[in-house]
């Protein structure tokens, strides 16, 4: 099979919770525990650091990926979703991993994958783990795709695990209360491992404490300590949540030579060396157009309070949403003396742009609704003034069709 030949088996074949949403969670770990076993192990052969949470995940992942390769070190990263192309999935030193291996991959274990229904979800990881083992990694980041507890990727013993922080999303899978959310991201903390919690929460500390001490782990609040005085090229002020518990991790991290040099060159460099697209992405000044993608309530909260930050004249809102998010309440956040230009990110999951135009409507929001992303952007681009703003976002598929 040729690259496209192969994801886009891989895409209509297989059940892709981006794509499917809940028909394709498989929420139990035997799959990829037998998996792994066929493909002698990897995730045994080589050394990890394992993030769970709700918001900050994919940014602190790439963070200490960018400090461990500033330390010298040839850094593994599994993320997910992937914006532009699944390859942004699995990297080493910010390259992405080939074509080629990709394929060969797939072809190798099609027969497994089709006997025992593997989920798009389970095959990554374990074409991941393969990579890291084949490469010879010294240390691969890991983010958890969903969850914590039951996530694919948590067959790994790691040498720290980070929970960045909990907001209620996924709570058709995880549950409906922060600290019943808290207990699946636990579900990472390993016997003896540290542990870094990014941002206490009443809610969740009693949980992640009792774990920890469940299972003889250190456990650190990264915040009761923050890292003062560190700047990083991933903008938006939210960020210094999410240094607090990347540079307790590194602190924790034992038989790693990170000296402080390292830390602060990482911290400036991750989109150089990680290649890391949508994180309060500028795309063009005059007028500013800046997308993110935040796509939950707390997430998208920490990103509006930076946009009203910002200088401008008149604010251009470009947005869409999927269907199985609790669309009324996130919508609830916006301003309502901004322009809107409903948009519906093009996956079967993607709500359709005028059925939130009118959900909006109800909310006091005014817009018009177009049939993609790129005419809604062209469309607010075309409208705005040099000293406007521009702001792209609700959804990390929306993001992917303007990066």
Not at 67 to 87: N, W
Not at 156 to 179: A, K, R, Y
Not at 237 to 256: M, T
Request: hydrophobic share 40%; glycine share 6%.
């Amino acid at each position: 099979m040729t690259y496209r030949e192969t994801l886009d088996w891989m895409f209509g074949q297989l059940p892709m919770y981006q794509q499917k949403g809940a028909a394709a969670l498989n929420a139990k770990l035997d799959n990829i525990i037998h998996f792994c076993d066929v493909l002698d192990n990897p995730e045994k052969k080589f050394k990890s650091i394992h993030i769970a949470g709700t918001n900050g995940k994919g940014s602190s992942s790439h963070m200490l990926a960018s400090i461990l390769q500033e330390a010298g070190y040839k850094v593994g990263l599994y993320t997910s979703p992937h914006l532009k192309d699944f390859r942004e999935r699995i990297k080493i030193n910010g390259k992405v991993v080939s074509k080629k291996f990709v394929i060969r991959f797939i072809e190798q274990h099609k027969p497994f994958f089709d006997y025992h229904k593997l989920s798009f979800f389970e095959m990554t990881v374990g074409m991941a783990f393969s990579y890291f083992a084949e490469e010879k990694v010294d240390i691969a980041v890991i983010e958890v795709g969903l969850g914590g507890r039951l996530d694919s990727t948590n067959i790994i013993t790691p040498e720290v695990s980070l929970i960045t922080n909990i907001g209620l999303d996924h709570t058709q899978f995880l549950g409906d209360t922060l600290e019943k959310i808290a207990l699946e991201k636990a579900g990472i903390i390993k016997p003896k491992v540290p542990v870094v919690i990014s941002e206490t929460q009443p809610e969740t500390k009693m949980i992640f404490n009792l774990i920890a001490h469940q299972l003889k782990s250190n456990i650190v609040f990264a915040d009761v300590e923050p890292a003062i005085g560190y700047k990083t090229d991933l903008l938006g002020e939210y960020q210094q949540k999410n240094i607090n518990g990347v540079i307790a991790s590194i602190h924790q991290l034992k038989n790693f030579n990170v000296p402080e040099e390292a830390i602060s060159e990482g911290l400036k460099k991750v989109v150089e060396n990680t290649v890391l697209l949508g994180r309060w992405q500028v795309l063009q000044q005059n007028p500013l157009v800046v997308c993110d993608t935040a796509h939950n309530k707390e997430g998208l909260q920490m990103v509006l309070d930076q946009v009203k930050k910002q200088s401008y004249n008149q604010l251009h809102i470009v947005l869409g949403f999927v269907k199985d998010k609790d669309v009324r309440a996130a919508l609830s956040l916006f301003p309502k003396d901004a322009k809107y230009y409903f948009v519906r990110p093009s996956i079967p999951r993607g709500m359709d742009a005028f059925e939130l135009q009118e959900l909006a409507k109800e909310l006091g929001m005014n817009g018009k609704a177009y049939k993609s992303v790129e005419k809604g952007l062209k469309k607010a681009i075309k409208k705005a003034e040099p000293n406007d703003m521009v702001y792209v976002g609700g959804s990390t598929f929306v993001v992917a069709e303007v990066v």
